[in-house]
């Protein structure tokens, strides 16, 4: 009888205490939501809305003034070294770009280049992401990328091109090889031996 009463105590005891982990958990999600900064926010706030509404250009407009446009307001919202604003679940704010309307899909090419003339790894977590997006705006508007690619200055162009091949096992992509073989097929000789040139140097980079 004892150990029964003790058996009931010990599982008592455990379900408080994950009852309480799960509080306190919520709290400090809650918490955290609350430190965001009002970029953050408005960030969080609008992929809300598109979600409800997609093909809605103003909301589109809107959530490109408020996307990050350089390396480094990309790294402060979505990969900040202290894991803060909109760190976790990042990639639903960055995905989200492929669902754009046909008249956004420029814009956004742009916004891409923006942030990765500089220079910008093409992992991880939201900068595997944004390399994504980045692949599959050059699969499916490969002649916007290639107009705006062209616009750039030399190192700004190089900079991009090494940030779309800074994939693991590069050298095995069929989509990155199929970007390629497009190029080629437009006669963009010249940028097709740039991308292959960027293939071979991630490829003999140390991991």
């Known amino acids: 009888m004892c150990e029964n ?102 814009e956004i090419i742009k916004l891409i280049f923006n942030i990765t003339k500089t220079g910008a790894p093409g992992c991880c977590d939201a900068w595997s992401a944004l390399y994504m997006v980045t692949e599959n705006y050059a699969l499916n508007d490969t002649n916007d990328l290639i107009i705006l690619l062209k616009l750039l200055k030399p190192q700004e162009k190089e900079n991009v091109i090494k940030f779309m091949a800074d994939k693991e096992a590069i050298g095995s992509s069929k989509s990155y090889q199929h970007f390629i073989n497009i190029l080629k097929s437009k006669n963009e000789n010249e940028l097709a031996i740039k991308f292959e040139i960027a293939r071979k140097k991630r490829i003999a980079k140390p991991h």
């Open 5 to 106: 009463n003790k058996m009931k105590q010990i599982t008592k005891l455990v379900y408080i205490s994950i009852l309480a982990f799960f509080i306190f958990s919520a709290n400090l999600l809650h918490a955290q939501n609350d430190k965001i900064s009002p970029r953050a926010s408005s960030i969080s706030q609008k992929v809300k809305e598109l979600k409800e509404d997609p093909l809605n250009n103003d909301l589109w407009v809107k959530y490109l003034s408020v996307f990050p446009n350089t390396k480094k307001d990309f790294k402060k919202i979505f990969d900040p070294d202290d894991f803060s604003e909109l760190y976790n679940n990042s990639s639903q704010y960055i995905f989200i770009l492929e669902q754009a309307p046909k008249n956004q899909k420029r």
